[in-house]
């Protein structure tokens, strides 16, 4: 960080009572593709309001894991790490160029890094490059790390209040995304936890949010939780923004608006209406589509609208966030040795290792002879050597949980979970054989550096195989879930929210899951969600600071 040290915080959050009547930009959302556009605008000198629809800041960026992924980014350069545009370009065209035009791809390689420059030298965000290879070695212009950016642990101890004002984490431990990796599956040192839950230290997407907020504050950008945005009008050259909550009745005139709202995975009626299967989602609870909605009523048009950023999902009754059943993401448990996927006729599916937005994917097939899901929900399946070693979904290793189903064999275990039995047996049978040798002939997890990274790397010959031979025999459901939705309003390159003949609406912005995401339903990297995120924000931020500089002074209105 550098350029903002030394200065003294601004009050922390704006009350109701004390929002103004007018501002040069209203964002919706609080989260970093929020925070990042109001940060960028309150850079031009414009007077900015941020509106959080919850009691907490920060949105589903600080209930999650914080990485942005950005291919070429200094940072990594710096660390040592090899990567140039053009192999950027390369990858990502391999990644989503079916989808996405060859100026989209150019877009993003080239703005994601100016973003991550941005962040790093003006605001309070402190990133480290992290050795998690992309998702897809096999391709071209892939990286075997540095484009995966992590946050450092944050301490807010010089914003009083601002520990409290952020949301916690659903379910994440308080380690930076760095450390979490190091374990290779295992518990984090609990003292370290103590100490930095007691002095309000915030780590992964918290970290970024409380870096974030900490910078908006720095600028007098007005921040107001228990605010939503319930209505958005033109009038004349600007919008009438109407405040709920706290601010109900309240209404605000400005320029330009930034809907950064999170996505719909909330709201069943949208669900319905837009997703073919259901998910669990393990985001904030507040995402229930306010933002799409808003945007719908003001013409704008929609892209992607089935797209999701998938992720497999072990959720039971005491997996909850914020009093809304949730769950947590399965992914690693699934990848550890000694644990497999099946369906309920007792088969894996797919390769366990596998990234999970794209094995959520596999969750979500069609038997074509019921037209119903075949693999939604499976089943974990790991034997007691594994529940020794490893936490399960929160529960500490060597706990079985009320919630894990288990038996002293695996026909007892696949009677009590409602698998079936000789198909699980032989699934058990092939896959151990595979594991004592190293080498998944099924679905060939551990074959690649970005299945390993997850794995255990203690455990050889192969860190994602061992096999399950120690009695009792337990399981756990995991369905296909949702980080958030990632279809949405349609933006141009700006962050410019385009109606149905994708012409931009004036003064309408849009950026995070609220809008169409970047990828189109592809996840490159670890950190997808945010880059697409973050990268967007920042386009918006700069191009409504230009616009309103150049359009006339609404501050003297």
């Known amino acids: ?86 192999d950027g370009v390369a990858y990502l065209t391999e990644a989503a160029g079916h989808v996405l035009g060859r100026g989209e791809v150019e877009w993003y390689v080239r703005t994601a890094p100016r973003a991550v420059a941005y962040l790093d030298a003006e605001t309070r965000v402190s990133l480290t490059p992290i050795a998690r290879p992309d998702y897809h070695m096999e391709w071209l212009g892939a990286a075997d790390g540095g484009r995966g950016l ?63 907020v900490a910078s908006a504050l720095d600028r007098g950008v007005a921040i107001s939780v228990s605010a939503p945005v319930e209505d958005l009008a033109r009038e004349g050259d600007g919008w009438t923004v109407t405040l709920g909550g706290t601010a109900a009745g309240r209404t605000v005139s400005a320029a330009a608006v930034v809907l950064a709202s999170g996505g719909f995975e909330w709201n069943p009626r949208l669900l319905r209406a837009f997703l073919p299967f259901p998910v669990t989602p393990i985001s904030a609870p507040s995402n229930e589509g306010d933002g799409l909605e808003l945007g719908l009523k003001a013409g704008a048009a929609v892209a992607d609208m089935t797209a999701i950023w998938g992720v497999p999902v072990i959720s039971e009754a005491s997996h909850k966030y914020d009093g809304a059943r949730s769950g947590r993401m399965g992914n690693v448990e699934m990848t550890l040795p000694g644990s497999i996927t099946v369906n309920a006729a007792g088969k894996r599916f797919v390769n366990e290792a596998l990234n999970y937005h ?5 969750f979500a097939s069609v038997d074509p002879q019921t037209g119903r899901q075949q693999n939604n929900p499976a089943w974990l399946i790991f034997d007691a050597a594994y529940l020794a070693k490893y936490p399960v979904a929160g529960s500490p290793a060597g706990v079985r949980a009320e919630w894990m189903t288990a038996g002293e064999s695996l026909e007892e275990l696949a009677g009590n979970a409602g698998i079936d039995p000789d198909g699980l047996a032989a699934t058990v049978a092939r896959f151990n054989a595979d594991a004592l040798n190293g080498v998944d002939t099924e679905f060939h997890r551990g074959a690649t550096p970005q299945d390993r990274f997850l794995g255990d790397a203690a455990n050889t010959p192969n860190p994602c195989l061992a096999p399950l031979d120690s009695a009792p025999f337990y399981s756990v459901r995991i369905s296909a879930g949702v980080l958030g939705t990632s279809g949405g309003l349609d933006t141009d390159f700006h962050g410019r929210v385009l109606d149905r003949h ?35 924000a920042f386009a918006a931020g700069g191009h409504l600071a230009e616009f309103l500089s150049t359009s006339r002074d609404f501050r003297d209105v």
Not at 38 to 43: G, K, N, Y
Not at 53 to 66: C, D, H, S
Not at 177 to 202: I, K, S, Y
Not at 515 to 523: E, H, I, P, Q, W
């Open 1 to 86: 960080m550098s350029g903002v040290e030394g200065q003294a915080p601004s009050p922390l959050l704006t009350p109701a009572g004390n929002i103004s009547g007018t501002y040069d930009v209203v964002v919706a959302g609080s989260g970093a593709a929020g925070l990042v556009a109001a940060i960028r605008a309150a850079d031009a000198g414009l007077r900015v309001l941020v509106a959080e629809k919850a009691a907490l800041l920060g949105g589903t960026t600080a209930a999650g894991g914080g990485v942005m992924w950005a291919p070429n980014n200094h940072l990594a350069r710096q660390t040592g790490y090899r990567d140039s545009h053009e």
């Open 150 to 212: 992590d946050n450092d642990a944050f301490d807010p101890s010089g914003y009083p209040g601002l520990a409290e004002a952020i949301r916690p984490s659903s379910y994440f431990p308080l380690l930076t995304m760095t450390e979490r990796d190091r374990l290779n599956g295992r518990a984090a040192d609990p003292e370290l936890l103590a100490r930095r839950a007691a002095t309000g230290v915030r780590t992964m997407g918290g970290a970024l949010v409380g870096s974030l």
């Open 358 to 362: 794209d094995a959520c994917r596999v």
């Open 502 to 536: 994708r012409q931009p609406i004036p003064g309408l912005y849009a950026a995070g899951n609220v809008s169409a995401g970047v990828f189109r339903n592809n996840y490159p990297g670890g950190g997808a969600t945010l880059g697409s995120a973050i990268t967007r």
